[in-house]
């Protein structure tokens, strides 16, 4: 009983924390955090919708069809060699809202965020033709690389922050190790990719 409950946690974690949530996080991140707090909250509350439609909703929608067209478990598409249909889908999902956010001439800065998670993506994409990581603890990653430039760049302790980020990297890693997804070298090369891609590159757009 106890091994299914913490096999249960772990697959909950898996769900919540999906690698399509990065965007999401950065810009309530942003909204909170820089200047465009005083943007109006219908206007970012559209963004916001936006964001979540074609990062979040549509890729996992698709990707679950995939799936099942294919008759496949969420087990099985796991495996290296399945993984390319769902990056590319992912990835082209991405290019849909960073094509609209331009179309609509939102802020750079916005976009900034999806350029880095959409970067993120692409490594990990490229990465997994020869060797599979953990995309889940590089969407983490990202989000702490994050967290990083926007505290260099708009002047806050991102402190506390930082360590709840580090505690769910943890607990996300931790989960896909229990379902035997990855191993603790894909997990920390994953979380190491999603830092060091989002940071520098955010940095600079800043």
Do not use: D
Request: charge should be positive; glycine fraction near 6%.
């Amino acid at each position: 009983m106890k091994e299914k409950n913490i096999i249960l946690a772990a697959r909950v974690m898996s769900m919540v924390f999906t690698p399509f949530y990065l965007s999401l996080v950065g810009l309530v991140a942003m909204f909170i955090f820089s200047y465009m707090s005083l943007l109006p909250w219908s206007y970012k509350a559209f963004i916001l919708l936006m964001v979540y439609l074609f990062t979040i909703l549509l890729p996992s929608l698709l990707i679950h069809l995939y799936r099942k067209y294919q008759g496949w478990t969420p087990i099985e598409l796991g495996k290296r060699e399945r993984r390319i249909v769902p990056y590319i889908i992912s990835i082209l999902c991405y290019f849909c809202c960073f094509w609209l956010m331009n179309y609509m001439h939102v802020p750079r800065f916005m976009g900034a965020i999806l350029v880095g998670a959409l970067f993120i993506q692409m490594i990990c994409a490229l990465i997994n033709v020869w060797w599979k990581i953990s995309t889940h603890t590089a969407a983490i990653g990202g989000v702490a690389g994050s967290l990083l430039a926007f505290a260099e760049a708009f002047s806050f302790n991102p402190m506390w922050w930082l360590c709840v980020v580090l505690i769910l990297a943890g607990l996300v890693g931790t989960s896909r190790m229990i379902l035997r997804q990855h191993t603790l070298s894909q997990v920390m090369a994953g979380f190491g990719i999603g830092l060091l891609c989002s940071y520098p590159l955010l940095l600079h757009i800043l």
